[in-house]
């Protein structure tokens, strides 16, 4: 656990630049939360949303989607409790904005393709912008799309990162809560979650 809670040198995360981190991906998910890609920090660490001042994790713990904040080594938890983690863009930069349109778009259809085979209950893209971009969307905005990605219901969540100024942690955690009480209603109504088919 020592090893896991190390914070990596500024050498390591210099030279994170075009890393992965591996999916956290399983069938019966409720939401596969999807970023926009790693951070350096992150591919550094090896774990999803774990550069200080990224607002993710305090977001899913205050929206109610888990009973405590976790730590970003402790995501391997997350699909235990119905929750996954991806990347529109798998490999990790300094800063979003670093990502080419046509790497974004055709990380939109490798993204397609993952929810395409797991079927989680919803999509959660983390940033509109990049979402805009990825799936050929200009005039999407937050919240619940009207278009599904693999048959699969899409919601657009802001962007977590400390550098999204547009944003506070109660203001992102408001936001996350209306997806979880959408995804609780479905799982309640039978529509979505673990064993179900989906159309």
Do not use: C
Not at 100 to 124: D, H, K, N, Y
Not at 158 to 180: C, I, K, M, Q, W
């Amino acid at each position: 656990m020592t090893t896991a809670l190390r914070k990596p040198t500024p050498e390591e995360v210099a030279a994170a630049g075009g890393r992965t981190i591996a999916d956290l991906v399983g069938p019966g998910l409720r939401v596969l939360f999807s970023g926009i890609n790693p951070s350096l920090y992150s591919a550094a660490t090896g774990h999803h949303f774990a550069r200080p001042g990224n607002r993710f994790w305090p977001a899913l713990h205050r929206s109610g989607f888990t009973a405590q904040q976790l730590h970003p080594s402790q995501q391997w938890s997350l699909p235990e409790a119905g929750l996954g983690i991806t990347n529109v863009v798998a490999r990790a930069t300094a800063r979003a904005d670093e990502l080419s349109p046509a790497e974004l778009v055709e990380g939109g259809a490798v993204l397609a393709a993952l929810v395409t085979q797991w079927r989680p209950a919803f999509l959660a893209v983390l940033g509109v912008t990049a979402y805009r971009t990825a799936f050929g969307r200009p005039k999407a905005v937050m919240g619940r799309q009207e278009h599904e990605i693999g048959g699969v219901p899409v919601w657009v969540l802001p962007n977590p990162s400390g550098l999204n100024a547009h944003y506070t942690v109660d203001s992102l955690a408001a936001a996350f809560a209306e997806l979880r009480q959408a995804a609780d209603e479905q799982l309640e109504s039978g529509a979505g979650g673990k064993g179900t088919e989906r159309a």
